[in-house]
């Protein structure tokens, strides 16, 4: 039986870029990202339109032990006390579906929400939705309007089910360009995604604005705003789009208790939208089957833990605050945020930099739009950011 000579680092790459091989991709930060084969340049670097593309980590070292992992949106204090004593408690009854339990929870966000339990539809994290809507929605091709950059999940696997992307780029201002997104609507268009906050520019675009959107555009088609980053904001529960649901527009609304609530890895998301749109989604796919017993009591808990919530606020500002002055001491600009993350712009080749920030054991995510190069870097706690901005002293100055 005849052999083939593979070079090893050809396969590892290969291999890791690859549907099941991009299992091992979130331990480089690669979490937001669905699990399928990615569309690459010349260089290795993952291409989502003509004018967004991200810096891929080099893989043929294997994975990096990191001493600061700024690269996946991740909430370094969680879960809140309250949720983990209630995991625990409730990890006895593991061996059981949690569709009582479920209900509860349904119930509870739908009081938080201001809308009804028929409006609400749970899933394993936001992304599971994000994604689930896509393959429902364009199993029979049409398009997605977004912007450019934008949060890809959704895209991504809208694409990989036969839809086109439509993508429209941010304003000056990095806001969604609202006017020209409504332009970009044709006969095939059947979802606009807005992800407000935005990521990964961690921008947001004028509530009032937005509301003016939703309600006009969802009367031509669904809009899908994703609001995993609201509560990061002070005045969160007034900038979401979730009071249009019982004005009867339809509007989706994504949320996710992976970012604030700090349970990324408890998987627990949901949407809300009109029943008649989360009846699509359910006639072909099951939402909260894929929580985990007791990631549901954690969840219920969660909601409860107030002063939790105002920590992971309050941590996540001073900890971008500090970054942002250390920026300003290295002279570089950067771009306000409104998240548990912020991007600036990068005077070095994007694959470069993240070589050399992981020899320095720090994750960060790095990529070329507006026709420059930025590094993405999330919050970490105080500790974490001081070894960023050490790393990035070395790197750059």
């Known amino acids: 039986m005849g052999t083939t000579n593979i070079n090893r680092r050809d396969w590892i790459r290969k291999s890791m870029l690859t549907a099941g091989g991009a299992m091992a991709l979130p331990y480089f930060g690669f979490a937001e990202t669905p699990r399928m084969p990615l569309q690459l340049d010349a260089k290795g670097n993952a291409i989502y339109s003509p004018f967004f593309k991200e810096y891929l980590p080099n893989l043929e070292t ?31 009854g593991g061996n059981r579906y949690a569709w009582k339990e479920l209900f509860q929870l349904v119930g509870k966000i739908a009081d938080f929400e201001g809308v009804q339990s028929k409006n609400i539809m749970m899933g394993p994290g936001s992304s599971d939705l994000l994604e689930k809507t896509a393959m429902v929605l364009f199993m029979n091709g049409g398009n997605v309007v977004s912007a450019d950059p934008a949060y890809m999940s959704l895209i991504r696997v809208a694409e990989s089910v036969g839809a086109t992307w439509k993508p429209v780029p941010l304003k000056d201002d990095w806001s969604h ?80 208790f992976s970012k604030i609530h700090g349970m990324a890895g408890l998987r627990v998301g949901y949407i809300v939208a009109q029943e008649s749109t989360l009846n699509k989604l359910q006639n072909i796919t099951r939402g909260g089957m894929g929580i985990s017993y007791p990631s549901v009591y954690a969840a219920i808990a969660a909601m409860d833990d107030v002063a939790f919530i105002d920590k992971s606020r309050n941590l996540n500002a001073e900890c971008r605050d500090y970054v942002y002055q250390s920026l300003d001491q290295m002279g570089i600009e950067y771009v306000p945020s409104h998240t548990s993350f912020l991007i600036f712009p990068i005077e070095m080749e994007g694959k470069a930099f993240l070589d050399k920030m992981t020899e320095l054991k720090v994750g960060v995510r790095a990529f070329e739009f507006m026709g420059k190069n930025w590094c993405r870097v999330s919050m970490g706690t105080m500790d974490e950011m001081k070894m960023f901005t050490a790393a990035l002293n070395k790197v750059l100055v």
Not at 63 to 87: C, I, Q, T
Not at 203 to 223: A, G, N, Y
Request: one cysteine or more.
């Open 177 to 256: 360009d609202l006017k020209a997104m409504e332009e970009a609507i044709d006969a095939d268009t059947k979802l606009v995604y807005i992800c407000n906050p935005n990521n990964p520019t961690g921008t947001i675009t004028e509530h009032q604005e937005l509301v003016d959107f939703c309600s006009r555009v969802s009367q031509k088609v669904p809009v899908f705003v994703d609001e995993a980053y609201l509560w990061f904001l002070e005045d969160g529960a007034k900038k979401s789009m979730v009071s249009l649901v019982n004005e009867g527009k339809d509007v989706i609304i994504a949320r996710t």
């Open 62 to 92: 294997g994975m990096p032990d990191l001493v600061a992992k700024l690269n996946a949106n991740e909430n370094p204090y969680g879960p809140s006390p309250m949720a983990l004593e209630a995991f625990k408690n409730a990890a006895a």
